[in-house]
Each structure stands twice: as C-alpha cells, then as structure tokens.
C-alpha cells in the first residue's frame, strides 16, 4: 500500500551522505561500546542494506576488541530484505565518492561483491514497519538510531506515530541522525543538532527544551489598589 512504499526507501548505497559523517556516527558509537551489552545502532528503514553495512564497516575501523556495536535494520519490504542479508551489489552501490572499501570488506562474486561474513554477522535484519505502535515493542533503547530519506514522504499522522517510536527506542543520551531536508520535522524544542548541521545528526534538548525555550509568560498586569473609601460626615448637632 501507499504507506508501506513510503515506508521503504526506494534506493540507497554506501556510505551515502558522505564516509565522514559515518565516521562521526561510529566515534559516537566507540564512546558507548565498553558498556555492557556493547553500542547498539539501528537503521529504520534500511532499504536493501547498504547503509547498515556502511555503519557496520566504520565501527569496525573504530572499535577495539572486545568493544562491540551490534547494528539492527528494519524494513517493510521483504525482496529489499532478502537483497539485503544475501548482500550481494553491483557497483552502482559503491558511488559515494571517497575511498573504495571493496578490497578490504567484500569479495567479488562475478559481476558483483559480497559483504565478507564478519561485516554480515554484525547486522541483523529483521520485517518492522516503521509507523506501527508496536514497532521493535521488546527491543532494549538504542544508542543510534538513522532514520533517513523517509519523514518527507510520509502523511501527518504516520510521522507522527513513527516519532513515537524512534524517541521511545533512542537511549536518553542517544543521537537521530536524519537528512538535513527532515529537520523540520522533529517535534519543536525535542532535539536540537550535535555537529555539523550537513550531518543531519539530533540529541535529545536539554530539560525544558534548551536552545528552543519559549519565552517566558508576561507577568500578570499589576492591579490598582481600590480607592480609599471617602470620609464620612461629621456628625450634626443631636
């Protein structure tokens, strides 16, 4: 239907957005990885993968052992899933300008590449929709969560149940990162921008929405005292 296509990004691939800011995201993602449980990342909707993997690589570049950062991605098209955890892309996917990770993450697999199986196990893909209430109901909060290229398409009321979702899963301390075009619609004084504003990346505002408090009331209007009450006669002759 037509919210399930708005629901799942048509077209994507590595590293889109540029491999500086998936370096940013993986350095947030470092900072959080020695806590029990490891980071954890989620990318809703993930199209056919590539943007998962992305997230995967740069915490792998970043991350020491035994810090771990496990990635979850969610989409509501089931060929984009099973493209997606084959992982198997032509070289349209690979178009991000910058250094080719190819030789270092992928094998080739005739005409195409493969994700190398230590890049797939970090990523698990699962069926979600993103705007359903009980969108991921059991999973624990994330510590990212990427929601990118999908707000713009999607009605009033569906963006409204899936901002629902994304700030009950994003950890109090977590960071959104959406396109720099979404920015307007995050709930007004909700989040305010952590770094470059090209990167599209949102933190929680501080209580009582810091950076986007309103004004303060205007004091009430001062009364004026009642009149003094006039003096009375003086009284006449008994």
């Known amino acids: 239907d037509a919210l399930a296509a708005a629901l799942s990004v048509p077209e994507t691939w590595f590293f889109r ?3 500086p800011l998936f370096d940013r995201l993986a350095g947030f993602l470092a900072g959080h990885a020695a806590r029990p449980g490891g980071a954890r990342a989620l990318s809703a909707p993930c199209s056919t993968g590539e943007e998962a993997y992305s997230l995967a690589i740069a915490c792998r570049e970043q ?3 035994p810090a771990e950062c496990a990635v979850d991605a969610i989409d509501v098209s089931e060929p984009n899933l099973l493209r997606a955890a ?3 892309y032509t070289g349209g996917s690979f178009r991000e300008p910058g250094p080719d990770v190819r030789p270092a993450y992928f094998r080739r697999a005739a005409d195409r590449w493969e994700v190398l199986p230590h890049i797939r196990a970090a990523v698990r893909f ?3 929709n993103l705007a359903d209430p009980l969108f991921l109901a059991h999973e624990r909060p994330y510590d ?9 398409y999607l009605t009033p009321d569906a963006k409204q149940r899936a901002m629902a979702n994304l700030d009950r899963l994003l950890a109090p301390d977590g960071r959104l990162c959406l ?10 004084g909700r989040f305010g921008p952590d770094g470059p504003t090209e990167f599209g990346i949102y933190r929680r505002a501080a209580a009582g929405g810091a950076g986007h408090t309103a004004p303060p009331p205007d ?7 009642p009149p003094a009450p006039a003096p009375l006669p003086p009284a006449g002759p008994g």
Do not use: K, S
């Open 63 to 65: 991350l020491a052992p």
């Open 219 to 225: 004091p009430p209007a001062a009364r004026a005292d």
């Open 126 to 128: 699962q069926p979600a």
């Open 179 to 188: 396109t720099p075009a979404e920015a307007d619609r995050l709930p007004a």
């Open 144 to 152: 990212l969560i990427l929601c990118r290229n999908v707000f713009i």
């Open 86 to 88: 084959a992982g198997v």
């Open 17 to 19: 957005g540029g491999r």
